[in-house]
């Protein structure tokens, strides 16, 4: 598939973040899949990530599961620092 792509028009995205569930799968795999780390406001993280509740239970979930992605468990290529 990359072959038919220009250079630089796509990424790949570790395995590792591949199969995280949930918010936090969502949000390892797009920010694993942006060139470049840019900070959005929570209610555009909300409405890019289709979350199908209220943006006061988006914002819990996504305390959360950034928590999860700044462990030291969590492997580098996925790790928020």
Do not use: H, Q
């Not at 969502?26 to 909300?46: C, D, H, M």
């Not at 979930?61 to 700044?70: E, G, I, Q, W």
């Amino acid at each position: 598939m990359a072959e038919l792509l220009e250079v630089g028009c796509w990424t790949t995205v570790d395995k590792v973040a591949v199969d995280y569930d949930g918010l936090r799968g969502w949000l390892a795999n797009f920010y694993a899949s942006r060139g470049k780390l840019n900070w959005l406001p929570v209610e555009t993280l909300y409405r890019l990530s289709g979350y199908e509740s209220k943006l006061s239970n988006f914002r819990d979930s996504l305390s959360n599961a950034l928590d999860k992605l700044m462990k030291s468990s969590t492997p580098l290529c996925s790790r928020i620092l």
